[in-house]
């Protein structure tokens, strides 16, 4: 008895004294862009491309989010619980969405910005799930990015709740 007692205190000893080290930022860089030849930060034309030829170039995820309206499990986005200064993107076409200075920690799971880039995103009605909502789509590619609310801070009111997958940021100590 005294040997288990001994070896727990041992092993709990040796347990509090492990370095911890500190979590990798995760990879912020959209690697799809890369072999994706709609994808553009500055080009604003509308697309007009098919599910069909979406789902050749983006990742299973993005796809299912983007092009199929699926939501990602709340609190697992990478952008939930993110703060950096910069800019939101569209993850499928690359069109300006956010600015980081408009994300507000609204607690629902999924990234929020009170504010939109008003070129940048569109609206529809969706009545999926039994409930009457208001989609938020890109206004270049028309992919999926969450949710409107009208429950948001001030000064617009507005909760804008998207899907991490649905987004790229650029930091502004990335900009060239």
């Not at 004294?17 to 994808?39: C, D, I």
């Not at 990234?111 to 940048?120: C, I, L, R, T, Y």
Request: with cysteine; aromatic share 12%; hydrophobic share 30%.
């Amino acid at each position: 008895m005294k040997i288990l007692i001994y070896l727990s205190v041992f092993m709990s000893l040796q347990m509090c004294s492990q370095v911890k080290h500190p979590e990798k930022v995760k990879n912020m860089e959209n690697s799809a862009a890369k072999t994706n030849p709609y994808y553009s930060r500055t080009d604003r034309t509308k697309l007009t491309v098919t599910n069909a030829e979406w789902k050749k170039i983006l990742p299973a995820d993005l796809y299912a989010i983007a092009r199929e309206a699926d939501t990602e499990r709340p609190f697992t986005g990478k952008y939930n619980q993110f703060d950096e200064l910069g800019e939101y993107y569209c993850a499928v076409c690359g069109n300006h969405l956010f600015r980081s200075d408009s994300k507000f920690s609204s607690t629902c799971g999924w990234p929020s910005f009170f504010e939109a880039d008003k070129e940048g995103v569109a609206y529809h009605r969706d009545s999926t799930l039994g409930m009457e909502r208001t989609e938020v789509v890109c206004k270049r590619c028309d992919s999926h990015l969450g949710h409107v609310f009208n429950d948001g801070p001030e000064p617009t009111g507005m909760r804008y709740c998207m899907n991490s997958v649905s987004l790229e940021f650029v930091g502004d100590s990335e900009k060239k």
